[in-house]
């Protein structure tokens, strides 16, 4: 079964994400996600629990909270389901991806071999209009539609290791804080 690491939000950026989803499913007529916000940062396939609790509490450990900065622009993703935001000031974000990923696949651990360094905030599933017009020549001007920001960064206060499943009571596995600064 695939586990997924992913960085999670404080209360304050959740809640800014939240009204501009709110915003975004209102204007294009999308439907909300059901999840959480976060950024996908890894993917592992069956690993020995014990093990690995032990390896990302290890590798975590230096890091602090951070600050991630993402585009006000519209983006869909590679797959064409999901409409959110690119993050652009992705510096800390990449680091710890590629800290963690090198860490589990020298301890032997099944993970996908190239880390992600397009990360991006899911905010809602996109339908078949948006689709076509991001297959469009308009695709150009929805993607550069400004969403009219005022708040552009969003602080990352942990990575939660989920298990993906439909109920939502059982998704998370554990839970690693990051150092406050």
């Known amino acids: 079964m ?4 992913v960085a999670l939000f404080d209360d304050k950026s959740n809640a800014f994400l939240q009204t501009t989803q709110q915003r975004i499913c209102r204007k294009y007529k999308l439907y909300k996600t ?3 916000f976060h950024i996908p940062i890894q993917t592992v396939i069956d690993p020995n629990m014990e093990k690995y609790d032990k390896v990302i509490l290890d ?3 230096p890091y602090k909270n951070f600050k991630v900065q993402f585009s006000p622009n519209i983006s869909l993703d590679n797959f064409g389901k999901n409409i959110g935001l690119r993050v652009e000031k992705k510096g800390y974000m990449i680091r710890i991806a590629r800290k963690v990923t090198e860490t589990l696949s020298l301890s032997g651990f099944n993970v996908k071999p190239d880390y992600e360094t397009n990360f991006s905030i899911s905010l809602a599933n996109s339908n078949y209009n948006i689709r076509k017009q991001f297959s469009d ?3 150009i001007a929805l993607n550069n539609k400004q969403l009219n920001l005022n708040y552009d960064f ?3 206060n ?3 290791l989920w298990k993906p499943i439909n109920n939502r009571k059982e998704v998370l596995i554990k839970s690693y804080p ?3 600064y």
């Not at 695939?2 to 690491?5: A, E």
């Open 59 to 61: 590798t975590l450990h």
């Open 158 to 160: 942990r990575l939660e």
């Open 178 to 180: 990051l150092r406050e």
């Open 34 to 36: 059901s999840h959480k």
């Open 137 to 139: 020549e308009s695709a």
């Open 2 to 5: 695939k586990y997924y690491l």
């Open 154 to 156: 969003a602080k990352v």
